[in-house]
């Protein structure tokens, strides 16, 4: 696979709690260098991000990161301030403890209200695949496509696990159409990107794919 189309599915990221300014800049040179399909940063610093570099950088963030129990009025509010601040792209928690208690209509509801909030910005709903049964991430693949998010992805990358084969294969049979997929956290080497891509996905979220891929 040609790495300028391994580089371009790339959501260069950094979320480390102790991530400071200078490593947002060093990332976002990179993206902009590389021509990675976008950033992934904080929400604190996409107001910063987004005078610094200007349209020249698609900036994504994070939503109700990383355990996903805010209320949705909460998150609203966080997405519709990336908005304003200047991201292009929202990558949301959906509330695994709803999932687990069988309430998934209070799922499908927050996730429709998140999409109505970022309107036309692109959204995509991580759901955190090592805490679910496989019956769970089922419904879940259905709740998004009914929701009309434009991505599922497996993980946020704190959690016990992230990417696996197999739920991108499970992903493939049961999401719609419009829904593509975006493998996060624990894509290590360059042969998992290039298998994820393979696979699908249309996005892979990774802080070392650049490194990796550029040899850097």
């Not at 908005?83 to 069988?102: L, R, T, W």
């Not at 959690?159 to 991108?168: L, P, R, S």
């Amino acid at each position: 696979m040609e790495r300028s189309e391994l580089l371009g599915r790339i959501d260069h990221t950094q979320l480390k709690a102790v991530c400071t300014w200078e490593d947002i800049r060093k990332l976002c040179d990179e993206a902009l260098l590389y021509h990675t399909a976008s950033v992934c940063i904080p929400p604190a610093y996409v107001k910063e991000a987004t005078q610094t570099y200007g349209e020249k950088l698609n900036i994504c963030t994070v939503i109700g990161f990383p355990l996903g129990y805010q209320t949705t009025a909460s998150k609203v509010f966080e997405a519709k301030d990336a908005i304003a601040n200047g991201a292009k792209e929202i990558d949301m928690v959906i509330h695994i403890g709803a999932v687990k208690s069988g309430r998934y209509e209070k799922v499908e509801e927050e996730i429709k209200a998140l999409k109505e909030a970022v309107g036309d910005h692109i959204l995509k709903v991580i759901i955190e695949t090592c805490y679910l049964t496989e019956e769970e991430k089922i419904r879940l693949c259905q709740i998004v496509t009914r929701a009309g998010a434009d991505y599922i992805k497996t993980s946020t990358g704190f959690g016990t696990g992230g990417a696996v084969m197999e739920d991108i294969l499970l992903f493939k049979q049961h999401i719609g159409g419009q829904v593509k997929i975006k493998a996060a956290g624990g894509v290590k080497t360059l042969q998992d990107m290039e298998d994820f891509v393979n696979a699908g996905c249309s996005r892979i979220g990774t802080s070392s794919g650049v490194s990796m891929i550029v040899g850097e």
